[in-house]
């Protein structure tokens, strides 16, 4: 059974900060790329970040400068660190493990999800 268990979510003022976290079992994270995505009301579901297994990032241009996505291999997690907050930061924010094998295509495995929510 993969899991994916997210931590960090909450309430935070317009400028600050929070941290994410997203616990894998360790088959999942030394070969999958990890990412987070979010989901605000009414809107898709759109990558924020992710980290390829061999260390390699990419960010959506909305969080570039402002998120930081890391991973540490010995904890088998990977973290999301949010700096200068905006309300439209506020969405849920789902851990993802993917891997794309030639033959077998697109493996996707999703966390349940953390609210996260900038508000004054």
């Known amino acids: 059974q993969v899991q994916l268990v997210e931590s960090g979510g909450g309430l935070v003022q317009p400028g600050g900060s929070l941290r994410l976290s997203c616990a894998a079992s360790r088959t999942i994270f030394e070969t999958y790329t990890m990412g987070w995505y979010r989901q605000a009301p009414g809107n898709q579901r759109e990558l924020v970040a992710d980290i390829t297994s061999g260390g390699m990032t990419n960010y959506a241009d909305s969080v570039k400068g402002r998120f930081t996505i890391s991973r540490d291999n010995a904890k088998n997690t990977v973290y999301l660190q949010m700096n200068t907050l905006k309300p439209e930061d506020t969405a849920v924010y789902y851990c993802?493990?993917?891997?794309?094998?030639?033959?077998?295509?697109?493996?996707?495995?999703w966390g349940t999800g953390t609210l996260v929510t900038v508000s004054s």
């Open positions: 993802n493990a993917r891997r794309v094998l030639i033959l077998i295509g697109t493996t996707n495995y």
